[in-house]
């Protein structure tokens, strides 16, 4: 029944997303909502979300194909499906973004290896082609050492990846709301806190009935979850205590945007409330925990607060002028310090999101993603 | 030769300043900007001019001018202030481009490979001073009728929006969506284009008060050496340690 209305939902948001597409090919940017101030909008928030699912997807492989925890023995095709459904949303995302697509093969091939976006194509490139290696000697060999190989190289790529996404807003020393040494620290764990909700929805909506380590699995990911969303909060509170203690004017004008300007809502409803507090309240009680239904849709509140958080570090800190008087200098559309996406964002945005929940169900009815250890754990 | 030098046109000893410099190997230029604030009166002018010279689309813009308003009444004075690109010595926007498509040339000046740049934006946010704008593919004519009986319809004024603007020295007419300067980001480059044929910048021929000027700091006899080592000489943002090449005096 879930299943079947998620395939419904997922199918109409692809045809949602085609129509985006499609008015996005068609008609390069000029549907879009960002402008030449709030630079970057929807899509590279969504990118920098999915990003760090995949980045924590795959350490959560690790458990089970690298460190072999008996909990975990049978869900590491689903963290890396889950994982490459992922990044393909990611990347479809930031390529849409880009404004001349054609020109992709140019950071491949005559690339400035000082920046740090060149390094991260180059790292999410090789992350995605090494997490495809892994995904098919898991389903054809998973006993293969050449998995534990890959897993072991990966580890330090997911983190690189996860990093560098931190490190592309955090080298920006022209905005302070970004400029924090911490960046590069805090995604990973944003990206490791995002894998595991990922994977306790994956876990608490579609594993095994059969599975007698079901519970345990749920509750246990619920733990580091909660752990990891206690990380995320704390970092928070140091960003933005420092910020408003700090004073420095763009700083603190971009933290008043998120907490009480036009994002408050996003900030204190979606990601702080929905994305983070009631999951946490609900999964630190071992009963609701170990419910498949709650654990899993808690999973997906915590997905939810993460893509929020992404676009509420996107955002804000592009909302603030560098200059105090430009708002008012030139008059024209692209010219505002204001920012809520279009109709054709929100629909490329949809079909990325129906793109990845169609593309694992299918690959959770076609390719057996859950198994059962053979010998009792 | 002194009262002389005060009584001719700024423009005419900056273009002579000008002409003197192309003469001299590129590596020993030093193209700057001076802009007098007490003298600019907010017309927006050069704003304008640019728009004109460079065919910038809506969206696009190298050169607003940012006007406030200072102290409180009875004591209160407005302030304008142009801000073209500062052409930066160190500037950020250059290192974050994943394609080099972005750099100082041998002239100083920072420009755009519009054939290189992929359009991702990286350099806009990197940018302190906000001096870098994307450009949409938007046109001015883009809901007007196209009825007939009308002086100047859709197609006249689309055919005249789509010419060609001349930008480092090469024609990028705006036929194709997908085709540059569409979808490229753009800025500022100090008219490099009509420099290199011995003409000012347009936004100091268009300057009604004369308020801008622009030559080579590495010649002591310019006007603009003369202005820059004034005592009440700034730049924007100088904490930033990014040596901006565009001077105010105030």
Redesign the interface.
Same mark, same amino acid.
């Given at each position: 029944m879930l299943k079947r209305a998620l395939y419904l939902l997922g199918g109409l948001a692809l045809l949602i997303g085609a129509w985006g597409v499609i008015d996005r090919l068609t008609t390069g940017h000029e549907q879009a909502n960002y402008g030449s101030y709030v630079v970057w909008g929807l899509w590279v928030a969504m990118y920098l979300f999915f990003a760090g699912v995949a980045a924590g997807g795959f350490v959560l492989a690790s458990l089970d194909y690298l460190f072999h925890l008996p909990l975990f023995k049978g869900t590491g095709r689903v963290a890396l499906w889950g994982s490459l459904v992922s990044l393909a949303a990611a990347l479809l995302s930031i390529w849409l973004d880009l404004g001349h697509m054609e020109r992709i093969w140019k950071v491949y091939l005559q690339g400035n290896p000082n920046s740090v976006m060149f390094q991260m194509v180059w790292g999410y490139t090789l992350f995605g082609l090494l997490m495809l290696a892994a995904l098919w000697l898991a389903m054809r060999r998973p006993e293969s050492r050449w998995l534990k190989g890959l897993m072991i190289a990966g580890l330090p790529l997911a983190l690189f990846v996860s990093g560098a996404v931190g490190a592309l807003l955090g080298v920006q020393a022209a905005r302070p709301f970004w400029h924090v040494g911490l960046f590069p620290v805090q995604f990973p764990v944003f990206s490791l806190a995002s894998g595991a909700a990922m994977l306790l929805a994956a876990i608490g909506l579609f594993g095994r009935s059969d599975d007698p380590r079901r519970s345990q699995q749920l509750w246990t990911l619920a733990i580091i979850t909660v752990a990891l969303q206690l990380v995320k909060l704390y970092f928070l509170w140091a960003d933005f205590s420092q910020s408003m203690y700090g004073n420095v004017p763009l700083n603190v004008a971009a933290v008043n945007e998120l907490l009480f300007g036009s994002y408050w809502w996003a900030f204190w409803i979606l990601q702080l409330g929905l994305g983070s507090l009631l999951p946490m309240v609900v999964l630190v009680q071992p009963k609701l925990a170990r419910h498949n239904g709650w654990a899993g849709w808690m999973g997906i509140l915590v997905l939810m607060g993460f893509a929020v958080a992404r676009a509420n570090i996107v955002f804000p800190a592009l909302t603030v002028p560098e200059l105090e008087a430009l708002s008012t200098a030139f008059s024209d559309p692209r010219l505002q310090f204001a920012y809520f996406p279009s109709a054709m964002e929100w629909a490329v945005t949809t079909g990325m999101v129906g793109l990845a929940t169609v593309a694992f169900l299918l690959g959770n009815d076609r390719m057996r993603l859950f198994s059962m250890p053979t010998v009792e754990a | 030769m002194l009262e002389l030098r005060e009584q001719t046109d700024v423009l005419v000893r900056m273009r002579s300043d000008l002409l003197r410099a192309l003469e001299q190997p590129v590596e020993r230029r030093r193209w700057v900007m001076v802009i007098d604030l007490r003298k600019c009166v907010g017309c927006s002018a050069c704003?304008i001019g640019c728009i004109a010279e460079n065919k910038l689309p809506?969206?696009?813009?190298y050169r607003?001018? *940012?006007?406030?308003e200072l102290g409180t009444y009875p004591n209160v004075t407005r302030r304008f *202030?142009p801000?073209p690109c500062m052409q930066c010595d160190e500037p950020?926007c250059v290192?974050?481009?994943?394609?080099?498509a972005t750099y100082k040339d041998e002239n100083g000046v920072v420009v755009i490979d519009y054939n290189?740049?992929?359009?991702?934006? $990286?350099c806009?946010?990197?940018?302190? $001073?906000?001096a870098?704008?994307? @450009?949409?593919? @938007?046109t001015y004519v883009e809901s007007t009728a196209e009825a007939a009986g009308l002086i100047v319809g859709r197609d006249l004024a689309d055919d005249h929006e789509r010419a060609a603007s001349f930008e480092y020295g090469v024609q990028w007419p705006r036929t194709r969506?997908?085709a540059?300067p569409?979808?490229?980001?753009r800025k500022c480059h100090f008219c490099l284009h009509r420099l290199n044929a011995g003409m000012l910048p347009a936004c100091t021929t268009t300057c009604i008060g004369r308020a801008t000027y622009f030559g080579d700091a590495n010649d002591p006899e310019s006007l603009v050496a003369e202005l820059i080592g004034r005592p009440n000489v700034m730049r *924007?943002k100088e904490e *930033?340690g990014t040596q901006p090449r565009v001077y105010y005096l105030m």
């Open positions: - | 704003t809506p969206g696009v813009v607003p001018v *940012l006007e406030e *202030l801000r950020p290192p974050v481009c994943p394609v080099n290189q740049c992929i359009g991702c934006r $990286y806009i946010p990197a940018c302190p $001073y906000s870098r704008t994307f @450009d949409f593919g @938007d969506r997908e540059s569409i979808g490229n980001v *924007l *930033l």
